[in-house]
T-cell receptor, first 112, second 114 residues
Framework: SAVISQKPSRDICQRGTSLTIQCQVD?????MFWYRQQPGQSLTLIAT?????????ESGFVIDKFPISRPNLTFSTLTVSNMSPEDSSIYLC?????????FGPGTRLLVL | DAKTTQPTSMDCAEGRAANLPCNHS???????VYWYRQIHSQGPQYIIH?????ETNEMASLIITEDRKSSTLILPHATLRDTAVYYC???????????????WGAGTKLIIKP
């Protein structure tokens, strides 16, 4: 299995600020996925991050709001920019591995 | 949109078998049925998957109907720690497309009662 860690595990932020979430995998993977889970909702894919190329964003998500870095095969960051209370969610990274997907523990974000 | 439908919530007594149904009537021949669960405040956890044969592992059993239009996840002896949201997901053959994106429905909130 792939072991995934995320930092921070949770944060409380003021509106208008930005937060960068880190995702570290214990194995080299080509793709990493970033998801958002709003309170009481299911998971929604934000973007797919490939090492060495631009991230691919899903409908409703844009690079200016959620810039992603993928500097190597074991690490990625997602930045939530110019935050508003509507950005309060759990943010999860995920990697495909062994025919399934493994998820990090999530970053719980509260924007005041 | 998710290709599966599941009941919104279910209760089960501790120590009994929890049977979680899932309908996937539009499943294609090369699509697998995957089950994940998400315990409160944690990331989703893989449970089991199958194509057409019944599958069993240390966590659960998966029963897929012969026409493959529905399946049931069975937790044989539910414990309080099995309280979670359970997601049934249909996805393409992982050998053919290991990076296939998962499409998440609302899942079933399973509550195990003492």
């Amino acid at each position: 299995s792939a072991v995934i860690s995320q930092k921070p595990s949770r944060d409380i932020c003021q509106r208008g600020t930005s937060l960068t979430i880190q995702c570290q995998v214990d194995s080299q993977v080509t793709m990493m996925f970033w998801y958002r889970q709003q309170p009481g909702q299911s998971l929604t894919l934000i973007a797919t991050a490939n090492q060495g190329s631009e991230a691919t964003y899903e409908s409703g998500f844009v690079i200016d709001k959620f810039p992603i870095s993928r500097p190597n095969l074991t690490f990625s960051t997602l930045t939530v920019s110019n935050m508003s209370p509507e950005d309060s969610s759990i943010y999860l990274c995920s990697v495909p591995w062994g025919g399934t997907q493994y998820f990090g523990p999530g970053t719980r974000l509260l924007v005041l | 949109d998710a290709k599966t439908t599941q009941p919104t919530s279910m209760d089960c007594a501790e120590g009994r078998a929890a049977n979680l149904p899932c309908n996937h009537s539009t499943i294609s021949g090369n699509e697998y049925v995957y089950w994940y669960r998400q315990i409160h405040s944690q990331g989703p956890q893989y449970i089991i998957h199958g194509l057409k044969n019944n599958e069993t592992n240390e966590m659960a059993s998966l029963i897929i109907t012969e026409d493959r239009k529905s399946s049931t996840l069975i937790l044989p002896h539910a414990t309080l720690r099995d309280t979670a949201v359970y997601y049934c997901i249909v996805r393409a053959d992982p050998v053919m497309d290991s990076n296939y994106q998962l499409i998440w429905g609302a899942g079933t909130k399973l509550i195990i009662k003492p």
